[in-house]
C-alpha cells in the first residue's frame, strides 16, 4: 500500500533563517505530487505541483521553491523565512484525480 | 479563474442533530471531491462524484451532486462528536491532478 512521510513534523525557526521540508511517498511510481499551505483555522493554499522529476509548476509567487530531485521525493526549500511563512504545511500525492495527503509540518516563524 | 464557494463557514450544532455544507460554482464541474480534516490533523479523502445527479452515501454521510453538476453537499444525519473537523469540497483536474479546493465548513458538536 501507498505511505507518505513528512518531516519535520513540527519546526521553530527564526526569520531570515533558511528552511528545508521533506516530503517522500512509497508504494506507488510516478505520481503527482503537491505542496500546501494552510494557515491556522483556513482552508489550503496550493504552492506548487509536479508531474515528474525535475517538473515544477508554482501557484503563487512567494518566499518558497520547491525541488523534485527523485520520482517520490519532493523538497520545499526558503533562504529566508518571513513571519508570514508561518503556517501548516501538507504533501500529497496522485495518481488519478485523488489526492492523499502526508500529516504535514507546522512551522512557526519567530 | 475557477473557484469552488463553499457555505457555511462555521456550524455548530448539537450531538443528535444534522448538518449540511455546500458547495457552489459558477461553472459547470468535471467532478467534486470531498475531504475530511479533523482538528490537527491532515485532510482525508472521503468520496468522489462525477455524474450528475449523483447521490452517494457513507453510513450517515449523504453526498450528491447537482444535475447541472454546479454544486454539491454532504448532509450528515444525526451528528456525533466523532463528527467533528472541517470538510473541504474540491474539483479535480483530470489533466493535473490539481484541485481546487472550496473554503472549507468547519462542524462543531456540543455533547
Known amino acids: 500500500s501507498q505511505t507518505i512521510h513528512q518531516w519535520p513534523a513540527t519546526l521553530v525557526q527564526p526569520v531570515g533563517s533558511p528552511l528545508s521540508l521533506e516530503c517522500t511517498v512509497e508504494g506507488t511510481s510516478n505520481p503527482n505530487l503537491y505542496w500546501y499551505r494552510q494557515a491556522a483555522g483556513r482552508g489550503l493554499q496550493l504552492l506548487f505541483y509536479?508531474?515528474?522529476?525535475?517538473?515544477i509548476s508554482s501557484e503563487v509567487p512567494q518566499n518558497l521553491s520547491a525541488s523534485r530531485p527523485q520520482d517520490r521525493q519532493f523538497i520545499l526549500s526558503s533562504k529566508k523565512l518571513l513571519l508570514s511563512d508561518s503556517g501548516f504545511y501538507l504533501c500529497?500525492?496522485?495518481?488519478?484525480?485523488?489526492?492523499?495527503f502526508g500529516p504535514g509540518t507546522r512551522l512557526l516563524v519567530l | 479563474g475557477q473557484q469552488v464557494m463553499q457555505i457555511p463557514q462555521y456550524q455548530h450544532v448539537q450531538e443528535g442533530e444534522d448538518f449540511t455544507t455546500y458547495c457552489n460554482s459558477s461553472t459547470t464541474l468535471s467532478n467534486i471531491q470531498w475531504y475530511k480534516q479533523r482538528p490537527g490533523g491532515h485532510p482525508v479523502f472521503l468520496i468522489q462524484?462525477?455524474?450528475?445527479?449523483e447521490v452517494k452515501k457513507q453510513k450517515r454521510l449523504t453526498f450528491q451532486f447537482g444535475e447541472a453538476k454546479k454544486n454539491s453537499s454532504l448532509h450528515i444525519t444525526a451528528t456525533q462528536t466523532t463528527d467533528v473537523g472541517t470538510y473541504f469540497c474540491a474539483e479535480g483536474s483530470s489533466n493535473t491532478g490539481k484541485l481546487i479546493f472550496g473554503q472549507g465548513t468547519t462542524l462543531q458538536v456540543k455533547p
Open positions: 500529497a500525492w496522485s495518481v488519478f484525480e485523488t489526492q492523499y
Open positions: 462524484l462525477v455524474k450528475s445527479g
Open positions: 509536479s508531474v515528474g522529476i525535475g517538473q
